[in-house]
């Protein structure tokens, strides 16, 4: 019994940017996140003056704002590799699915629709 039967005429659609996507977003995500990053580095290289509470609290705001950047990054880097997914899965093979009678037209010929 073949499970997954393909309907009969069925041209694969050849792949486009979603494949793209997907190959590419690891890198992406990587080099985003570094650039991303660069803020809270570089604030603990920075020669601040003041008092050590206050230059602890400037790096900690900063962090806060580097941390709510990345996973909003990150959230928005989620979404579109399920959108390419999505997108991939739908380009792939149709297949048959179980007989399913269709009812018969009441009669009159009316559709169970129409008024």
């Known amino acids: 019994m073949n499970?997954?039967?393909t309907l009969p005429g069925f041209t694969?659609?050849?792949a486009g940017l979603e494949r793209v996507i997907l190959r590419r977003l690891p890198r992406w995500l990587g080099q985003g996140t570094l650039v991303l990053a660069a803020p809270s580095l570089l604030a603990r290289l920075?020669?601040?003056?003041?008092?050590?509470?206050?230059?602890?609290s400037r790096i900690t705001a900063i962090d806060i704002g580097v941390i709510s950047l990345v996973v909003l990054y990150w959230t928005v880097a989620l979404t579109v590799a399920i959108g390419a997914f999505i997108v991939m899965v739908m380009k792939g093979p149709a297949y048959v699915a179980d007989a399913y009678p269709l009812p018969a037209p009441p009669p009159g010929g009316t559709s169970p629709r129409e008024p």
């Open 12 to 14: 694969r659609t050849p």
């Open 3 to 5: 499970w997954f039967g």
């Open 46 to 56: 920075w020669p601040w003056d003041g008092l050590a509470s206050d230059v602890h």
